[in-house]
Structures are given as structure tokens and as C-alpha cells.
T-cell receptor
């Protein structure tokens, strides 16, 4: 298996633009997570899906952030409009039932 | 509020010695605890875990200890090797199967 695949690896955008991050979880996994890594808060859970349904989105910082999982093999995290303070590394992870989470390589987002 | 706290941002250890990384959590209902290792420009990778019914789990050079009464978790690496230099994240599994992570501890093993 190729593991969790995220795209793009790097994204540089101007403040106010829409940004879409993409994730393909490991085939057969039924939980998907979006995390944001910052120095201050470490790996911060943004949203968690189970069987494609959002279960806990309490970590989504603002209404500018939204996430979807239209099917078991694809998820997006969208920021609109983006702001410089959104600059961070965003990770997607997936897991099967109550097993450990497997992470993608991350997307480094820079908003200028 | 942080559910998981790693109070040491960094740690330096001589090669061959023991590395001890610490973690505290807030909720006594957590039942599964994990350590992840992260190299630069890569995603975190699972290292070792422990269930709340145990107080120790060992895998080669890595041992995780759980003190439920203190709500404290630690990772011991012995002997430490230069390749162990990475950021280590402590994590707990919530009731809904989500994982909460700490802020990480950057370990440097000096040859």
C-alpha cells in the first residue's frame, strides 16, 4: 500500500485566496483525521471523520476552514479566505477501527 | 485546552545512554496511549503503544511506561542511537477513536 497520500506537498498562496488540501487515506481504513502542526500547539486535531461522516470538528479554528469526505478514498480541507496565520504544516492521517493512525507526508502551507 | 502535555521541548543525550521522554495527560478516561516519531519533512510514524490495562510495554530498545494514577506516560530509549534523533510526540486516543497529540519533544542523540 502507498500509505496516506497528500497533495500538494507545498502550497504558497496570497492572503485572501482559497486553498484546498487533498488527502487519500489508506485503502480500507474507516477513520480519517486532519491535523495542523505548529510550534505552539504541536499536532492539533482539526476534524475527524468516521465512515465518511464528520464526527468531531471542534478543532476547526474558524468558519474559514471546512472539510469534506465525499467517499472513503478522498478528503479535502479548504481554507477560504486564507490568512498568514494559517501558515503551517497540515497532516492527514487514517486508521482502521481502533488501531493506530498512519500519517501522510503533510502539506506545507505558506500564506503571504 | 491541551489534553496532552509534553513539557520538555528538547532533550540531548549521549549515544549509548538512556533517553527518557515524558508526557502528561488530563483525562483519566483515556484508554490507549501512543508514541510517534517524526523526522523533518516527513509525517509522524507510529513507534509504540500501551493500553490502560498495562503499565509497561517493551519493543526492542523502546519501552513505554504508564502511571495511571499520575496520568503520566514516559518513553525510554536504551541505548540511544544517533538515528533516534527526531521529534517525539505523545498521543492519547479519545472515546470517539480520535487521537490527541502533545507539542512534541525534540531529541538529539550526540555521537
Amino acid at each position: 500500500d502507498a500509505g496516506v497520500i497528500q497533495s500538494p506537498r507545498h502550497e504558497v498562496t496570497e492572503m485572501g485566496q482559497e486553498v484546498t488540501l487533498r488527502c487519500k487515506p489508506i485503502s480500507g481504513h474507516n477513520s480519517l483525521f486532519w491535523y495542523r502542526q505548529t510550534m505552539m500547539r504541536g499536532l492539533e486535531l482539526l476534524i475527524y471523520f468516521n465512515n465518511n461522516v464528520p464526527i468531531d470538528d471542534s478543532g476547526m479554528p474558524e468558519d474559514r476552514f471546512s472539510a469534506k469526505m465525499p467517499n472513503a478514498s478522498f478528503s479535502t480541507l479548504k481554507i477560504q479566505p486564507s490568512e498568514p496565520r494559517d501558515s503551517a504544516v497540515y497532516f492527514c492521517a487514517s486508521s482502521l477501527d481502533r488501531g493506530e493512525a498512519f500519517f501522510g507526508q503533510g502539506t506545507r502551507l505558506t500564506v503571504v | 485546552d491541551q489534553q496532552v502535555k509534553q513539557n520538555s521541548p528538547s532533550l540531548s543525550v549521549q549515544e549509548g545512554r538512556i533517553s527518557i521522554l515524558n508526557c502528561d495527560y488530563t483525562n483519566s478516561m483515556f484508554d490507549y496511549f501512543l508514541w510517534y516519531k517524526k523526522y523533518p519533512a516527513e509525517g509522524p510514524t507510529f513507534l509504540i503503544s500501551i493500553s490502560s490495562i498495562k503499565d509497561k510495554n517493551e519493543d526492542g530498545r523502546f519501552t513505554v511506561f504508564l502511571n495511571k494514577s499520575a496520568k503520566h506516560l514516559s518513553l525510554h530509549i536504551v541505548p540511544s542511537q544517533p538515528g533516534d534523533s527526531a521529534v517525539y510526540f505523545c498521543a492519547v486516543r479519545g472515546a470517539g477513536n480520535q487521537f490527541y497529540f502533545g507539542t512534541g519533544t525534540s531529541l538529539t542523540v550526540i555521537p
